[in-house]
């Protein structure tokens, strides 16, 4: 409620605030609400009285709750805090709830022993992670790796309509205690950095190249190992693993082996790379000779020289070795090859795309040999 007090000075408005037992505090900016009830009590409390006794008692209220004008703040505040003849509480003008609260709460003795017994987190801990694992995407292929290698997963994240058709990975996931996340499509995209994500991701640990020694170990009698230098578009890498699969090739000589487990690749494979195998050398040119000693033909290809493709007879252990998309094979990787190979056509354009070409190759390989 609001008086008046009427001095030399002109007009002073004062504002009593009451806390009601039990009942709804009043707004804290406006100084109005609280249950009707609280309301009806504090109407009755300052109803009329003899003018005597209202003369009195305003006079009293002036001089008890009205500070002068040009009073201090701190006179202000004390006169705000003193209590009244009618029961109001104590109240400091700290506790007032016009209190304005310039800077966050100071947090109390247990949760800054919390935050000091919270374990550090080592960046180059979670870099060398980082390095360790990859994000593979699309239906086939997360299908096909987790029926290969489950145990590589990570973490996974899928859209709600995808998820009848993974209940086997879902039921997987719970059990081992491995976390996943159905979400919204945008959220999906930004875990697994593309729009063509095809409903889920899977954060996996790579896997490591074998050594060329390890693979001629366990080399079948009838044996195409693929051979690819600095081809890196994933596309491309892609399309020739799931080339590898239908013609069963199983390894692939590459420079870099963490570059078939790419997200992009892995896709493109359409559930591919599970059948291959990464296969590293010390060098390009030191595995190329490794297989040699070991009675592989090395076989090159070219678009303007070599055998015709149809009327060659290719081995049953060879290494076929393809090039870079741009510039094809360098002179060092032609010149260890045994056998040319060239792919008849048209000739109205140059030379085919390098999975295209390895499509066809691995073809006749496959139709002679298997």
Same mark, same amino acid.
């Given at each position: 409620?609001?008086?008046?007090?009427?001095?030399?000075?002109?007009? &002073?408005? @004062?504002?009593?605030?009451?806390?009601?037992?039990?009942?709804?505090?009043?707004?804290?900016?406006?100084?109005?609400?609280?249950?009707? =009830?609280?309301?009806?009590?504090?109407?009755?409390?300052?109803?009329?009285? /003899?003018? =005597?006794?209202?003369?009195?008692?305003?006079?009293?209220?002036?001089? *008890?709750? /009205?500070?002068?004008?040009?009073?201090?703040?701190?006179?202000?505040?004390?006169?705000?805090?003193?209590?009244?003849?009618?029961?109001?509480?104590?109240?400091?003008?700290?506790? /007032?709830?016009? *209190?304005?609260v310039s800077r966050p709460p100071v947090a109390d003795d247990n949760q800054l022993d919390e935050a000091a017994n919270k374990p550090v987190i080592d960046p180059e801990q979670i870099r060398r992670q980082r390095q360790e694992e990859t994000r593979v995407y699309g239906e086939n292929a997360c299908q096909a790796l987790f029926l290969s290698r489950p145990e590589s997963i990570v973490r996974a994240w899928f859209i709600q309509s995808v998820t009848p058709r993974f209940r086997e990975t879902l039921r997987w996931l719970?059990?081992?205690?491995?976390?996943?996340?159905?979400?919204?499509?945008?959220?999906?995209?930004?875990?697994?950095?593309?729009?063509?994500?095809?409903?889920?991701?899977?954060?996996?640990? #790579?896997?490591?190249?074998?050594?060329?020694?390890?693979? +001629?170990?366990?080399?079948?009698? #009838?044996?195409? &190992?693929?051979?690819?230098?600095? @081809?890196?578009?994933? !596309?491309?890498?892609?399309?020739?693993?799931?080339?590898?699969? !239908?013609?069963?090739?199983?390894?692939?000589? &590459?420079?870099?082996?963490?570059?078939?487990?790419?997200?992009?690749?892995?896709?493109?494979?359409?559930?591919?790379?599970? !059948? &291959?195998?990464? $296969? %590293?050398?010390? %060098?390009?040119?030191?595995?190329?000779?490794?297989?040699?000693? =070991?009675?592989?033909?090395?076989?090159?290809?070219?678009?303007?020289?070599?055998?015709?493709?149809?009327?060659?007879?290719?081995?049953?252990?060879?290494? +076929?070795?393809?090039?870079?998309?741009?510039?094809?094979?360098?002179?060092?990787?032609?010149?260890?090859?045994?056998?040319?190979?060239? $792919?008849?056509?048209?000739?109205?354009?140059?030379? +085919?795309? @390098?999975?295209?070409?390895?499509?066809?190759?691995?073809?006749?390989?496959?139709?002679?040999?298997?």
């Amino acid at each position: 409620m609001n008086d008046e007090f009427k001095g030399k000075s002109g007009k &002073v408005k @004062v504002m009593y605030v009451r806390d009601e037992e039990g009942g709804q505090k009043p707004n804290p900016r406006t100084g109005k609400g609280g249950r009707p =009830a609280a309301r009806q009590e504090d109407n009755r409390r300052s109803g009329p009285r /003899s003018s =005597a006794r209202n003369n009195e008692e305003g006079g009293r209220s002036g001089a *008890r709750s /009205s500070a002068p004008r040009g009073a201090s703040n701190t006179e202000r505040g004390r006169s705000f805090g003193r209590r009244d003849d009618r029961g109001d509480d104590n109240r400091s003008f700290g506790d /007032s709830p016009w *209190r304005t609260v310039s800077r966050p709460p100071v947090a109390d003795d247990n949760q800054l022993d919390e935050a000091a017994n919270k374990p550090v987190i080592d960046p180059e801990q979670i870099r060398r992670q980082r390095q360790e694992e990859t994000r593979v995407y699309g239906e086939n292929a997360c299908q096909a790796l987790f029926l290969s290698r489950p145990e590589s997963i990570v973490r996974a994240w899928f859209i709600q309509s995808v998820t009848p058709r993974f209940r086997e990975t879902l039921r997987w996931l719970a059990a081992n205690r491995k976390a996943y996340h159905v979400v919204e499509d945008a959220e999906l995209t930004k875990a697994s950095g593309t729009e063509h994500h095809g409903g889920v991701c899977f954060i996996i640990k #790579k896997r490591m190249g074998m050594p060329v020694t390890e693979w +001629l170990t366990k080399a079948p009698t #009838k044996d195409c &190992v693929l051979a690819l230098e600095d @081809v890196s578009n994933p !596309h491309n890498l892609g399309g020739i693993m799931r080339s590898c699969a !239908h013609f069963g090739v199983k390894g692939l000589l &590459v420079n870099d082996a963490s570059l078939l487990e790419s997200g992009a690749a892995v896709r493109t494979a359409e559930g591919g790379a599970e !059948h &291959v195998q990464a $296969i %590293s050398g010390e %060098s390009f040119a030191d595995g190329l000779e490794a297989f040699r000693k =070991a009675g592989y033909t090395i076989v090159t290809t070219s678009s303007h020289e070599g055998t015709p493709l149809a009327k060659a007879e290719l081995p049953a252990k060879m290494v +076929l070795v393809l090039g870079q998309e741009s510039e094809g094979l360098s002179d060092s990787a032609f010149q260890q090859g045994d056998l040319s190979l060239s $792919i008849g056509g048209t000739g109205n354009v140059e030379s +085919l795309n @390098v999975s295209v070409a390895t499509g066809i190759l691995l073809a006749e390989w496959w139709r002679q040999n298997a």
